[in-house]
């Protein structure tokens, strides 16, 4: 399996926020984290600029809502032209009848999961998203340390996408560097979001490329 980086434009400049995202062209997907000051402790932001960010890249956006009733709101993005749609675990009250919606608008489901948050739970519904999203920090702000404890969970994760013979990819977000992409890679995951790993970079192009060979190197079918 390819793997797929996800620049996080969470780390990108906002005042210069389409030249940041023509400067990650070389990546799989855009990562856009929403953020409501009420799910977690900070706030992104919204509709106007994630429709707008649609219209400026040819890229995939892969939007993640960390917010309260993304039941509401995750057909409402869905709307704006994005790819992918990553709501939590924590949030939502009806995942299977969310996912449902969204596939039916043409736009991929994805199932969000905290640090504290055991994976096994969501082993019953999982045919029915597209991808599985591990934290691997605690969602809210970038820039946070890498969490080793939760490559084990990835681990299980993937364990059981196999048993199954499924096609559902795991996506890790937090702390993803050229220091950790071997880490998660290994695990099972083949979409790294990386926000200051490529944008702390003079060089984004090759960040992600670094980034992504180190994954691949370590990435076992």
Request: with cysteine; glycine share 6%.
């Amino acid at each position: 399996m390819n793997i797929q980086i996800a620049p996080s434009i969470l780390s990108a400049d906002f005042a210069n926020l389409e030249r940041d995202i023509h400067a990650i062209d070389h990546a799989d997907m855009v990562h856009v984290d929403i953020m409501d000051h009420h799910f977690v402790p900070n706030l992104t932001m919204g509709e106007p600029i994630v429709e707008r960010i649609c219209q400026v890249t040819d890229l995939p956006v892969d939007v993640h809502l960390m917010i309260e009733d993304p039941d509401r709101w995750a057909p409402e993005y869905a709307k704006l032209g994005v790819s992918s749609v990553s709501f939590h675990m924590g949030a939502t009250h009806a995942p299977v009848r969310l996912a449902h919606q969204l596939h039916d608008m043409g736009v991929k489901a994805c199932y969000a999961v905290r640090p504290a948050e055991a994976v096994e739970p969501i082993f019953d519904i999982l045919d029915e998203f597209d991808m599985i999203l591990i934290m691997t920090v605690e969602p809210g702000f970038g820039g946070q340390k890498f969490l080793t404890s939760q490559a084990l969970k990835v681990r299980r994760l993937r364990d059981e996408i196999t048993r199954r013979g499924l096609s559902t990819h795991i996506q890790v977000d937090g702390g993803v560097s050229t220091s950790t992409a071997h880490i998660v890679a290994e695990a099972g995951a083949d979409v790294l979001v990386a926000g200051s790993a490529v944008y702390g970079s003079s060089n984004r192009a090759k960040a992600i490329d670094t980034i992504r060979d180190l994954a691949q190197a370590a990435y076992k079918d």
